[in-house]
C-alpha cells in the first residue's frame, strides 16, 4: 500500500478518534445519564473544599455550585404565595431591581378553603412558571404547620387545622411547581405552630399526635408530592432543633419515608455543628440571622457546616461519607431543575396567572353568613352603596413577613366595586386606620379614630348597602411572620366601628382579610358575612364577582372559628400549652385539634370547620356503599346524589368524616377521610363516587409504633361542614 495511502488513514482514525473523544461528553454533563450515574461522576471530581462549600450558603439566598465543573449554584427564594423580589447579597432589603414585581397568588389558607386539589394543581404549576422565569433552583414553600391556634402570626401562609385536607391540597401544588424544573421546599418541618419564641421554644407531643395531625402533610408532600426539598423549622422538638433532629430527619424523613432530597435549614436555624452534621441537615442557609431582619454575625465561612465542618473532616471527626451524602443530595437537586434535560422556561407576570390566581381566590372565598339574603348584590339593585374599611384599598400583598411580595398589580376591592357597580353609586370611608408596623412593634395611628367612624356613618347613613372590608393585615402582631396575635379581637376599633354603622343601617356586609379566626361581637347583628383571606394581585376582583352573584361563592373553612378564644384546645390547658413557658410547650391537647376538640368537647364552635355557604342550597342523597363490612386493607366504595335545589348553579364541596364508635384509645368523635367539590347546575343532581380505603381509618398505637384500625362499627358521615352532616351510614370493619 502507497506510504501516502497508509498516511491518510492514519490521520483518518487520529481525527476519527479525536471526534469520538470531544463527543464524550462528561458524565455529570450529559443530560442523557441517569442522574444517579450523573452525580457519581460529578462527586469524583469534586475536591473536599468544593463539597463542603456546597452545604451552605454564599449569600443571603444562595449556595455554592461548582463553578470549575459548570456546575450552578441554588438560588432560594420566597415564598409560598409568589415570587420575592431580589435582594442584596448579604441583606433582607430589596434590591429595587425594575424585573421583579410579581404576581401575587391568594394566601394558602384560601387554596385551602377551595377544597379542590386542581386549584392546588394550577396554583403549584403557575407559581412554578414564576420561579422557573426568575431562574431560581427551590421555591421556599409551600407551609403546611397545622393550625393550632388563632393567634400564630403565621397561619395565613398555611393549609389550616386538618391533617387529611392539608395532605390533599400540598401534594398538587408541589408536583405543579416541580414541573417547572423548580424544587419546591416543604416548610417547616416540624411543629411549627406559632410565632411566640419560635427561635427556642421546645415542643413536647405525643407520638400518637405527632404522627395523626402534625406529620402527615409532610408525609404527602414527600411520599406523593416526591418534594425535591424540605425545610426544617426553628423550634425544637424533644430538646433537638428541627434543622438538625435526628428522630425528624434521619429516622422518620430520611428513612421512613425515603426521602431523596435536601433539607435546607430554616434562616437561622442552625445552633450545632455537631448535630447539623450528623442529624440530617443538607444545606444550612441564614446563620445568626432572624430570618426577618437582623444581619449575619458570622460571615460565611464560619457556619457549621464551612469551616468547622472541614476541619472536622480533616482531623477525623467527621467521616468524608457524611458530607458525600449531602453533596449527592445537592447533586441531585441541581440535576432535577437546572442542569435538568428539557427544563421549561416559565413565564411571568402572564394573563394565565392573573386568571389562575383570581380563580383560585373565587373558589377560595366563604360566605359564612347571609340571613337576609343581602348577598348577591347585582348590578344596578342599589342607588348608593358605601364601601367602607382600610381594607378597602390597603394593600395586602405586602408585609407579613417573608412572604411579602412586590406586586406587577393588585386590584382592592374599591377598586374592583367601582368598577363593578359605577362610580356614581359608590361613596368610600376609611373608617378606621391601623398604625405602622415594624417588627416588633406596632404604633397606633395618627388619624383621629372618632372622626373617621363618623364619617364612614355619615356615608353608611346615605347608602341603601354598606360593604364593609376589615379584618386583621400583614402588621406585626396581625397576621406577620415573628410574632403571634395577642388576642381573636379584631384590631384598630373595628367592632366600635361596625356597632356605629349598624346604628344607621342594618344592611351591611363584612368581609373579613385574614388568616385566622377573629372575633365577632356583632355576628348576631350583621345580616352577611364572608371569609375574605388574603386573595393577591386579583383580589378586588375576586371579591367583586362574588359579592355580586357572577360568582357564586363555593370556600369551606380550613380552619374552625371559635366563639371565644378559651373555648380553642391549645388554650385549654394554661400557658405550658400555649405559648409555653418561654423554653418548652406541651401540647396538651395532643389529638384533639380543631374541630376534633369542638365535636369531642361539645363546644360549638361559632362558625365550624368545612363550614360554608352558596347562593344555592344543596340537598344529599342516601349514603350507599357496596358492602357493610370491610376488612382493614379494603376499600369501601361510597356513593351519594347532590341535588342542586336553589336557583343559580353552585358547587359544593362534601365532605366525608368517618366515626370509631368504639375504640380502645380516644378518638375524635369524627375525621375527615375524603372531600369531593362538585359543580351542578340549578335543579340538577350529581353522582358522588368516592373510595374509602379502610386503612386510613387507623389511629397510630404509640405503644407498638404502628397504625391500627380495630374491628368494629365506624359511621361514616357525609355533610356540608364538619357541623352540618347530612347523611350517615354505619358500616363494620372485620378481622382480615
Ligand atoms: C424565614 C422563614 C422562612 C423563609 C426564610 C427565608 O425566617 O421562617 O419561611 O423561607 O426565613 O426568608
Not at 395577642?486 to 356586609?509: E, H, R
Request: one cysteine or more; charged letters at 20%.
Amino acid at each position: 500500500m502507497k506510504k501516502n495511502s497508509i498516511i491518510s488513514i492514519a490521520l483518518f482514525c487520529v481525527v476519527f478518534c479525536l471526534s469520538q473523544v470531544k463527543a464524550q461528553k462528561e458524565i455529570y454533563l450529559d443530560v442523557n445519564q441517569p442522574i444517579d450515574k450523573r452525580i457519581e461522576n460529578a462527586l469524583s471530581k469534586m475536591t473536599l473544599e468544593e463539597k463542603v462549600a456546597m452545604c451552605h450558603a454564599q449569600s443571603k439566598f444562595s449556595s455554592k455550585g461548582v463553578p470549575r465543573l459548570g456546575i450552578p449554584e441554588v438560588w432560594t427564594d420566597d415564598g409560598p404565595h409568589g415570587l420575592r423580589e431580589e435582594v442584596f447579597w448579604d441583606e433582607w432589603s430589596g434590591a429595587k431591581w425594575t424585573n421583579d414585581s410579581c404576581t401575587a397568588f391568594p394566601a394558602l389558607t384560601c387554596l385551602a378553603a377551595s377544597f379542590n386539589p386542581q386549584m392546588s394543581l394550577l396554583y403549584g404549576k403557575s407559581i412554578g412558571e414564576e420561579a422557573r422565569y426568575r431562574n431560581k433552583t427551590v421555591l421556599l414553600g409551600p407551609g403546611v404547620n397545622i393550625y393550632r391556634t388563632p393567634l400564630n402570626g403565621r397561619n395565613f401562609e398555611y393549609m389550616g387545622e386538618d391533617p387529611y385536607l392539608s395532605s390533599r391540597m400540598v401534594v398538587p401544588y408541589i408536583q405543579g411547581v416541580q414541573q417547572n424544573g423548580v424544587a419546591a421546599c416543604v416548610k417547616h418541618f416540624a411543629l411549627n405552630n406559632q410565632e411566640v419564641n419560635r427561635m427556642t421554644i421546645n415542643v413536647e407531643v405525643s407520638d400518637r399526635a405527632l404522627r395523626e395531625i402534625y406529620l402527615p402533610a409532610f408525609k404527602a408532600a414527600v411520599e406523593e408530592g416526591k418534594a425535591w426539598s424540605i425545610m426544617g423549622s426553628y423550634n425544637q422538638f424533644r430538646g433537638e432543633h428541627c434543622c438538625h433532629n435526628d428522630l425528624l430527619l434521619n429516622k422518620i424523613l430520611k428513612g421512613e419515608w425515603a426521602f431523596d432530597g435536601v433539607v435546607i435549614s430554616d434562616w437561622g436555624g442552625v445552633h450545632n455543628s455537631d448535630q447539623a452534621v450528623n442529624n440530617g441537615l443538607d444545606l444550612e442557609m441564614g446563620t445568626s440571622t432572624n430570618g426577618l431582619t437582623s444581619k449575619a454575625t458570622s460571615t460565611y465561612a464560619e457556619y457549621y457546616l464551612a469551616n468547622p465542618f472541614l476541619k472536622g473532616l480533616k482531623t477525623g471527626k467527621y467521616s468524608e461519607q457524611v458530607l458525600n451524602d449531602k453533596v449527592r443530595r445537592i447533586l441531585k437537586l441541581i440535576f432535577r431543575t437546572t442542569m435538568s434535560a428539557d427544563r421549561p422556561f416559565g413565564k411571568f407576570v402572564s394573563p394565565e396567572h392573573s386568571d389562575a390566581a383570581r380563580q383560585i381566590a373565587e373558589q377560595g372565598i366563604v360566605l359564612l353568613k347571609n340571613n337576609k339574603q343581602l348577598l348577591p348584590v347585582q348590578a344596578g339593585k342599589y342607588k348608593k352603596i358605601a364601601v367602607i374599611g382600610e381594607n378597602a384599598t390597603r394593600s395586602l400583598t405586602i408585609g407579613g413577613g417573608s412572604s411579602s411580595l412586590k406586586v406587577a398589580y393588585e386590584v382592592s376591592p374599591l377598586q374592583a366595586f367601582t368598577t363593578k357597580y359605577g362610580a356614581d353609586h359608590i361613596v368610600y370611608s376609611k373608617g378606621y386606620a391601623s398604625g405602622k408596623s415594624e417588627y416588633g412593634k406596632e404604633a397606633a395611628s395618627k388619624l383621629n379614630a372618632d372622626s373617621l367612624i363618623s364619617a364612614a356613618v355619615e356615608a353608611a347613613k346615605i347608602a341603601d348597602i354598606v360593604l364593609f372590608v376589615g379584618g386583621l393585615n400583614k402588621n406585626h402582631f396581625q397576621d406577620c411572620e415573628g410574632g403571634d396575635r395577642k388576642s381573636m379581637d379584631m384590631p384598630f376599633g373595628q367592632d366600635k366601628l361596625i356597632a356605629a354603622l349598624l346604628t344607621v343601617n342594618k344592611n351591611i356586609v363584612v368581609i373579613l382579610n385574614s388568616g385566622n379566626a377573629v372575633a365577632m361581637p356583632w355576628v348576631n347583628e350583621v345580616p352577611s358575612i364572608i371569609q375574605g383571606w388574603y386573595l393577591g394581585s386579583e383580589a378586588g376582583t375576586a371579591i367583586a364577582n362574588v359579592i355580586s352573584g357572577d360568582v357564586n361563592p363555593s370556600g369551606k373553612l380550613p380552619f374552625s372559628f371559635p366563639k371565644k378564644l378559651e373555648d380553642n384546645a391549645a388554650q385549654s390547658f394554661g400557658k405550658e400549652s400555649y405559648p409555653g413557658d418561654g423554653v418548652n410547650e406541651n401540647y396538651k391537647e395532643d389529638i384533639l385539634v380543631g374541630y376534633r376538640w369542638f365535636d369531642t368537647k361539645k363546644i360549638s364552635p361559632l362558625f365550624a370547620f368545612g363550614h360554608g355557604l352558596s347562593y344555592t342550597t344543596f340537598e344529599y342523597g342516601k349514603l350507599t356503599t357496596d358492602k357493610i363490612s370491610y376488612a382493614s386493607n379494603e376499600t369501601v366504595k361510597l356513593s351519594f346524589t347532590i341535588k342542586n335545589t336553589g336557583k343559580v348553579k353552585g358547587a359544593e364541596a362534601a365532605q366525608v368524616y368517618i366515626s370509631d364508635v368504639k375504640s380502645t384509645v380516644l378518638r375524635p368523635l369524627k375525621e375527615l377521610k375524603a372531600f369531593s367539590k362538585v359543580q351542578i347546575e340549578a335543579g340538577e343532581s350529581k353522582q358522588v363516587e368516592i373510595n374509602l380505603p379502610v386503612k386510613d381509618w387507623a389511629f397510630f398505637n404509640d405503644k407498638t409504633q404502628s397504625w391500627v384500625v380495630e374491628p368494629g362499627k365506624f359511621i361514616i358521615m357525609v355533610g356540608s361542614s364538619s357541623a352540618d352532616i347530612r347523611q350517615t351510614l354505619p358500616v363494620n370493619v372485620i378481622n382480615e
